[in-house]
């Protein structure tokens, strides 16, 4: 046990020189530090309540969401009952659910039979034990036929757009620049997004929460000529953007509307007038769409709709076949610019309201570190005062251990990009103590076979082998706790549990690899008669 072979040495010795390189950008000027990060050498990311930022919570809008879904199902169910040439009547939207009336008794089987055509199972993949999951279920009463949301699948469609939603919402902050985000899900409808050194949200906030739903559809020859005049049955009403108090019709049909989910590209740039646009591209099949759209309907105008909002209703003069073209709309350049970065990211597949919003300064951050510092000084001090007087020499040894085993731990958390927080904090301070508790159990189990008679050698031996495994389920039990913190917490719960895992695993490796080398190394070069504890 005390015998170490030369990898076993060169292995410590190594792994020592590299904590020690992985955590010095922690002690470099900035402009070092820079130069490091090529080699991804950073010092520790330092969380939203150490270096102050912003918090903010999204939650996916479900009235929202379904007001989307029902929408679309209705549009659905009349290009069905048209395509079938089934007479339909009552085609409603109410609580929740699509009501549709069949108007002769004998379509009534016909009619079931294309509308259960609409109940295609949801992209998501999800599988209950009777199957996919569908978003709607089909009930048949008479010649009423209605259309429900199914429990699964509501809970399937509310997960996909969070999955969804969290991936674009990233996507949005990064191209923002922000340093070091943190973005994650909470719960089963809410994404927590931590922007530190940020202390002016507003803009951020406008980009990630906003929805840059992109269409080009159609307008209805007919258009409204007194406000809050109700659309026909086969159009829609939307507001423009530079005066909401006039509204104009466009058409829902799929077949008059090319969707901006088929956008590769958008720039901010300007027109030939100087004035601020976004220029966009389309993929080859959008290209295809809007080439289509534009040759079939040469001297009608269309309307640009971002966010339910016409920003833009230009004439086709002639077919655009080449799959770009421009948005123009009184904008300023950082408005193209934050536009032009959210229809990159793509388009949120449900609104995200704002629930929560916190910003830390970065005066209280500091004084949070400090408080930090200061706390893990003083611990540190305490527990090495504690093993120098309680067991001597040995308790040098594992002093230098738990140094080694606190610069590990940065180390770790430096390369990897890991958080710190003020709770990781608390957890550093945790790994102190339970790092000389290791050493402990190992120093008392020695001083007991000493006492009992054994020579030097064989007690210590005897302490580090017995000891193995009390300290082994001990940390096992923690890392257990530490696992499930983290999996069930958020935020700063999440932080406590990250430095703490990382804490006892580098416990383990330094009370048992390290402590051991260091004893085995004085026990070959002094042979001890006596154990000094």
Not at 344 to 352: E, F, I, T
Request: with cysteine; hydrophobic share 45%.
């Amino acid at each position: 046990m005390l015998h170490i072979t030369r990898w076993r040495t060169i292995a410590i010795i190594a792994a020592v020189l590299l904590a020690v390189v992985m955590a010095l950008p922690n002690v470099l000027p900035a402009d070092m530090q820079a130069k490091l990060r090529e080699w991804n050498l950073r010092p520790v990311t330092l969380g939203l309540d150490l270096q102050g930022g912003s918090n903010v919570l999204l939650e996916v809008d479900r009235a929202d969401l379904y007001d989307k879904l029902t929408r679309q199902l209705s549009s659905d169910v009349r290009n069905a009952m048209r395509d079938a040439k089934i007479g339909y009547s009552g085609l409603a939207r109410a609580d929740g659910e699509v009501r549709v009336r069949v108007t002769k008794p004998e379509d009534v089987e016909k009619a079931e039979t294309q509308l259960k055509t609409l109940l295609s199972p949801l992209e998501s993949g999800m599988f209950s034990a009777s199957g996919p999951v569908n978003l709607f279920v089909l009930k048949r009463d008479g010649q009423q036929f209605t259309f429900s949301f199914s429990p699964d699948g509501l809970d399937a469609k509310i997960a996909l757009a969070v999955s969804q939603s969290l991936r674009i919402v990233e996507n949005r902050v990064n191209a923002l620049g922000t340093s070091e985000p943190v973005i994650q899900q909470q719960g089963k409808d809410r994404i927590v997004v931590q922007l530190p050194g940020v202390q002016n949200p507003d803009q951020v906030k406008s980009v990630i929460g906003r929805t840059a739903k992109l269409t080009f559809q159609l307008l209805c020859e007919a258009q409204p000529t007194t406000p809050g005049q109700n659309p026909p049955p086969e159009c829609q009403s939307f507001p423009l953007q530079d005066d909401p108090e006039r509204e104009m019709w466009v058409q829902s049909s799929s077949r008059a509307t090319v969707d901006g989910g088929d956008l590769v590209d958008a720039r901010g740039s300007f027109d030939q007038n100087n004035n601020a646009v976004v220029s966009f591209r389309f993929n080859t099949q959008g290209a295809d769409r809007f080439a289509r759209l534009t040759r079939d309907n040469v001297g009608r105008p269309f309307a640009i709709i971002l966010d339910e909002k016409v920003v833009s209703y230009p004439n086709i003069n002639e077919p655009i076949l080449g799959g770009s073209g421009q948005i123009s709309g009184n904008f300023t350049v950082e408005e193209t610019n934050d536009l032009a970065v959210v229809l990159r990211s793509g388009a949120l597949p449900a609104k995200l309201t704002i629930v929560e919003e916190r910003t830390v300064g970065p005066s209280l951050g500091s004084d949070s570190i400090r408080a930090g510092i200061f706390a893990s000084l003083i611990g540190l001090a305490l527990v090495l005062a504690f093993m120098i007087f309680g067991y001597g020499l040995f308790g040098i040894f594992a002093n230098f251990a738990l140094l080694v085993n606190l610069l590990a731990l940065i180390a770790i958390m430096s390369f990897f990009g890991f958080t710190l927080t003020l709770p990781g904090i608390a957890g550093i301070v945790l790994t102190m103590g339970m790092a000389v508790d290791s050493n402990v159990l190992i120093y008392e189990r020695i001083r007991e076979e000493w006492r009992n008679g054994r020579s030097a050698l064989s007690a210590i031996e005897t302490g580090f082998k017995a000891a193995l495994g009390t300290i082994w389920d001990a940390n096992l039990t923690t890392l257990v706790a530490a696992l499930a913190l983290f999996g069930v917490g958020s935020g700063p719960i999440r932080g406590f549990a990250v430095t703490l895992f990382i804490g006892i695993v580098t416990t383990m490796l330094t009370a048992f690899a390290l402590t051991q080398f260091i004893v085995a190394v004085w026990v070959k070069y002094r042979r001890p008669k006596e154990v000094p504890l």
